[in-house]
């Protein structure tokens, strides 16, 4: 949506009026029927299903990008310009619209929103072997469930979990010739992707991303080490 209207000078405490609607708010109230409830507090809309809304914020998962208010969505999702964003929403903040209140956060247990799983790892092992990554600890990773590809988008999905082998962390990387990458919707990252050591040992490497862990798992096995020796961890 956008024009080519000459330079407009906006009141600094318009815009900031505009800015402070979240775009949950604005969806509930002016374009309800795009709004869909996913889980909790989670939401998407009807439009476009990997636009996830959460916690105050959104991400659309499939182009990967986001942001925080409907200003935001306005201008990244709509194509609205900066200045006709803020018109627009400037006449629903002038009708009496004032931002909901802060709720302090309870502790609740997040529910983790994995993909669904594709029939294979066909796309995944040819994307990570392209990378160098070693077949093996490919295979390996896909047997014990730390690596799948999903169904629609065949991402790679890094998994991590929990002392009992629960998922708690799901982390995408694109496997197409999209450099997306993303955390799963109710992610904890104090279970982010590892390769543990095959026996107990005091010792953990850490890593930014997956990628760069299983380079170096990689790495010591083409020098003949064993990579289950030590904790390998990614951020």
């Not at 029927?33 to 989670?42: G, T």
């Not at 990570?128 to 600890?137: A, S, V, Y």
């Amino acid at each position: 949506m956008r024009s080519n209207r000459p330079y407009v000078q906006l009141d600094p405490a318009v815009i900031e009026q505009a800015r402070q609607m979240d775009l949950l708010s604005y969806l509930q109230r002016y374009e309800p029927d795009n709004l869909k409830h996913v889980a909790r507090n989670v939401y998407c809309t009807r439009e476009h299903d990997s636009l996830k809304i959460s916690n105050g914020k959104w991400y659309w998962w499939s182009r990967g990008f986001g942001g925080v208010s409907a200003l935001d969505y306005l201008i990244k999702v709509k194509e609205y310009s900066f200045v006709e964003a803020v018109e627009a929403l400037a006449g629903i903040t002038a009708g009496g619209w004032s931002p909901p209140p802060v709720s302090v956060p309870k502790d609740e247990p997040k529910e983790l929103l994995l993909p669904p799983r594709n029939k294979d790892c066909d796309r995944v092992i040819q994307y990570l072997f392209g990378r160098g990554i070693d077949l093996q600890i490919i295979q390996e990773c896909i047997a014990d469930g730390t690596i799948y590809e999903s169904a629609r988008y065949h991402n790679v999905v890094f998994i991590g979990k929990d002392e009992s082998g629960t998922p708690k962390y799901a982390a995408y990387r694109g496997t197409m010739a999209s450099s997306f990458k993303g955390d799963a919707s109710g992610s904890d990252k104090r279970y982010s992707f590892r390769l543990l050591a095959r026996e107990p040992c005091q010792s953990v490497h850490l890593f930014e991303a997956a990628i760069d862990l299983l380079s170096y798992a990689t790495l010591l096995k083409c020098e003949s080490k064993d990579y289950k020796k030590e904790n390998l961890l990614s951020l």
